[in-house]
């Protein structure tokens, strides 16, 4: 069955530090890939997206990194900061399918 | 704000109530998604509309009941439930279901306990 694994369930990085966050997935050829953040008694808010044929996206200080071979994404939060503890999702979309599977979550907490 | 507003935030209820939650987007989308959240579970696709059709229905028991009364507003009726339904239901929305790129919009959810 498909299966999408975050790394660990919560991970403690110093401010100012690079974060990097992975979603390993299995059983699934996924034509996109998005991460989300989110907040405690909030719902998820979209980052980036990423499409198959693309290697990596950027936007400000935050990275993705896409593998098809390895079928493995890569969430970098360069320069970080307190404000950017949440926990990330990730979410996966075969071709063809308007449905979206997520992973658990990462929690992330940067400390001062 | 997400342009997704849902109400209650909160609910407790007993498992003989009727209860229903309300969803509604002021973005124009006309796709719009109920998902359940449990604790260190991954999001769960509950139902899906497009154009006020139902579209999905992934396994969902009877006790949830959807409702779509137009391409804005959102409905979940409660009855019956159980205390392994106590989870955060959150509301989404897109533009429509064609475009596989599309970003879902979130709602803030509702916390939901079954005593």
């Known amino acids: 069955s498909q299966k999408i694994e975050q790394n660990s369930e919560a991970l403690n990085i110093q401010e100012g530090k690079t974060a990097t966050l992975t979603c390993n997935y299995t059983?699934?050829?996924?034509?996109?890939l998005q991460w989300y953040r989110q907040d405690p008694g909030r719902g998820p808010v979209f980052l980036l997206l990423?499409?198959?044929?693309?290697k990596e996206k950027r936007k400000e200080r935050l990275k993705v990194t896409f593998d098809t071979t390895l079928k493995q994404s890569l969430f970098h939060i360069t320069a970080s900061q307190p404000a950017d503890s949440a926990t990330y999702l990730c979410?996966?979309?075969?071709?063809?399918?308007?449905?979206?599977?997520f992973g658990t979550g990462t929690r992330l907490k940067v400390l001062a | 704000e997400t342009g997704v507003t849902q109400t209650p935030r909160h609910l407790v209820m007993g498992m003989t109530n009727k209860k229903s939650l309300k969803c509604e987007q002021h973005?124009?989308?006309?796709?719009m998604y109920w998902y359940k959240q449990s604790a260190k579970k991954p999001l769960e696709l509950m139902f899906v509309?497009?154009?006020?059709?139902?579209?999905e229905n992934n396994s969902v028991p009877s006790r949830f009941s959807p409702e779509c009364p137009n391409s804005s507003h959102l409905f979940l009726h409660l009855h019956t439930l159980q205390p392994e339904d106590s989870a955060l239901y959150l509301c989404?929305?897109?533009?429509?279901?064609?475009?596989?790129?599309?970003?879902?919009?979130f709602g803030p959810g509702t916390r939901l306990t079954v005593l």
């Open positions: 990423i499409r198959e044929n693309e």
């Open positions: 973005l124009g989308h006309n796709a």
């Open positions: 059983n699934y050829s996924p034509a996109y």
């Open positions: 989404a929305s897109t533009p429509d279901l064609s475009t596989f790129t599309d970003t879902q919009y």
């Open positions: 509309y497009n154009f006020k059709e139902q579209t």
């Open positions: 979410a996966l979309r075969a071709s063809g399918t308007y449905k979206y599977i």
